[in-house]
């Protein structure tokens, strides 16, 4: 795991200090090795930082020029059938390497398989490749968006980089960068801003599932892999041959992941996706593996208990931290920084703290991210059955009013869900009041002075027509799960120079759970049903016996108490005006919120984060 950037012109000579201030800024990504490349013509740069996992030995720092001299890669992530990939290019072409490292293994498929290479790897990963004759950059990200990418072309310049503070830290060459209204809106929708968009109009991020070219003729982008083409015209409906399916893919998704030359864990919430990953990883490591779980003291948001009974159940070495509204606080001010944009999804907090309590241990954990996409998971997909029954969408306004009247924030909850207008965006609608953020009705109230912008996304023609419930699920595979959850843990893990692996997204698990019956997924009540069917073989069910919880944060409680203060230092009419939001109308949602109405607390959470974001980046904005 690590950080890469780099430059490429065409019409100016690179300087190498750029590419060093660029990789310098994401030395947290990699703490273990850095390293800078500029090409014979000055006329491009990469640049490294090192997280050591794979082959711990110098020879496996980056960037790596091929023993030709004619390629030079950076790349981050990790490939987990690189032994495999290695074996098959000895095979064939007779290659030597001198290495044990996956680096060595991608840069070889490139220069043998050429650019259908990416087709061959199971893994993580951002990667650029220089070819010297050519004078062409070559990048690849990953299928599911695990490794981020960003990019800025503008004048025959290109620069990419792991993060957005890599492109600040070189306005002398790019300039200031303009804000991006349209990412704006799409923030006060969603909580987070959703590829190709970044905050910034002049940077974008590198589609995932994508490669690109870029040369004299500009820059190229072609798709290796789209979730589309996974899609089956039937379904796996036979209940006991597609348990032994996915059992078996999970063991060897995992047991890939479990590769490592440095000391390794799990990240261990007690729900049913972590577990799946813990038990399994256990079941196939002769020595208790680590886990590591967060908590927190207010009680109705604690599932460290849980976790603790599953990793005594599995006999893990157990790790825990309890978190309070201080660590929250200290924590509060960091976050424009940790995420460069605008980001509200507060559990990037209990994220960073068990990554750094994990860091003090490992130096890379599996997480447990990407399974209620897949499975069905979340309660927002009963919604999106409801909302197409004849009976919601002929009564959904009259309904709205009584619910709306009604005193408990659960209820004004289900007004805002029923609120909404024929040209609505339905799935992203219902994420939007699903996680209490603004609707695209309120949105319009909240701007002055600025265009409003409605939401649209990419609707592709699927080969077989999903149920409301798969379709708002595929809509979170495209974007929630992409832009916010792996976002989250990316920055956070990096953050603390930890490595992160998923093995629920291993494409070729993601390729057979799109294609389970719905059936399969929930029986009556009862969501993620097959995927429960296999963790039941190694934890009682029992363990389970209860509601789904979630990586939630008590924010809500702490900004009516303890974060109070908050309010008062974010959401002041200058910094308010200075991103052309109607403080009028923010000073009527805080004084409905402290007046007790709770559920409006993700509203104002959303402008905080909006506000401290601006305050520690306004002098990169060309306002």
Avoid at 6 to 32: C, Y
Wanted: net charge neutral.
């Amino acid at each position: 795991m690590c950080g890469i950037a780099g430059i490429f012109s065409l019409n100016q000579p690179i300087k190498k200090e750029w590419v060093e201030s660029m990789t310098r800024q994401l030395a947290h990504r990699g703490p273990d090795a850095q390293g800078v490349f500029l090409s014979d013509n000055d006329r491009c740069g990469l640049g490294h930082r090192r997280l050591s996992i794979l082959d711990l030995s110098e020879a496996a720092n980056q960037p790596m020029k091929s023993p030709c001299g004619n390629y030079t890669l950076v790349f981050n992530g990790e490939i987990y059938n690189f032994e495999t990939l290695r074996e098959e290019l000895k095979k064939s072409f007779q290659v030597d390497f001198t290495t044990d490292s996956d680096t060595e293994v991608v840069l070889m498929a490139f220069i043998h398989w050429g650019k259908t290479f990416v087709e061959k790897l199971n893994g993580m990963f951002a990667i650029a490749i220089y070819h010297h004759s050519s004078h062409q950059l070559y990048l690849y990200r990953d299928r599911m968006g695990i490794k981020p990418l960003y990019y800025y072309w503008k004048d025959g310049v290109f620069a990419f980089a792991s993060e957005l503070k890599s492109f600040t830290a070189i306005q002398s060459l790019l300039g200031k960068f303009t804000l991006n209204d349209r990412a704006l809106h799409y923030f006060l929708r969603l909580g987070y801003i959703p590829e190709p968009h970044s905050i910034y109009k002049e940077v974008n991020k590198f589609p995932s599932g994508q490669r690109g070219r870029v040369d004299e003729n500009g820059i190229e982008f072609n798709s290796y892999w789209l979730l589309n083409d996974q899609l089956l015209a039937d379904t796996y409906k036979n209940e006991k041959e597609a348990k032994k399916k996915l059992n078996q893919i999970l063991r060897e998704s995992i047991s890939k992941r479990l590769k490592s030359d440095v000391p390794f864990g799990v990240f261990l919430s007690g729900g049913i996706d972590s577990s799946t990953v813990a038990s399994i990883a256990q079941d196939l490591h002769n020595q208790p593996i680590k886990t590591f779980s967060i908590g927190f003291k207010e009680a109705s948001y604690n599932e460290s208990e849980h976790a603790k009974a599953i990793a005594n159940h599995l006999g893990t070495e157990h790790h825990e931290f309890t978190v309070s509204h201080q660590d929250a606080q200290e924590l509060i001010p960091q976050l424009g920084e940790m995420f460069d944009e605008p980001f509200a999804d507060a559990s990037a907090i209990p994220t960073f703290l068990v990554s750094k309590l994990a860091r003090e241990k490992v130096k890379m954990v599996l997480t447990g991210d990407g399974g209620d996409e897949q499975f069905l998971g979340y309660g927002m997909y009963q919604w999106a059955d409801r909302l197409q029954s004849p009976f919601y969408r002929a009564f959904h306004h009259p309904m709205k009013w009584i619910f709306k009247s009604l005193p408990s924030s659960r209820f004004k909850r289900i007004a805002d869900v029923l609120d909404y207008a024929p040209s609505t965006h339905m799935k992203s609608h219902i994420f939007s009041t699903e996680q209490y953020f603004f609707s695209e009705k309120e949105l319009g109230s909240v701007f002055k002075g600025k265009s409003f912008y409605s939401l649209s996304f990419d609707e592709l023609n699927k080969p077989r027509k999903l149920s409301s419930k798969e379709d708002q699920a595929y809509f979170d595979l495209h974007y929630y799960l992409k832009d916010d959850l792996l976002v989250k843990v990316d920055r956070a893990s990096m953050k603390a120079s930890l490595e992160a692996r998923v093995p629920l997204l291993d494409h070729e698990l993601v390729a057979f759970s799109v294609n389970l019956d719905e059936k399969l997924k929930v029986k009556g009540n009862d969501s993620k049903y097959l995927l429960k069917q296999v963790l039941f073989d190694y934890v009682p069910k029992e363990f389970f016996d209860r509601p789904k919880w979630g990586f939630g944060l008590p924010i809500r409680i702490w900004m009516s108490k303890e974060l109070k203060w908050m309010l008062d230092e974010y959401l002041t009419s200058e910094k308010l005006e200075a991103l052309h939001i109607d403080v009028e109308q923010v000073e009527k949602i805080k004084k409905r919120f402290l007046s007790g109405e709770d559920q409006l607390y993700n509203k104002l959470w959303l402008l905080m984060m909006l506000v401290q974001w601006h305050d520690k980046h306004k002098n990169f904005l060309n306002e």
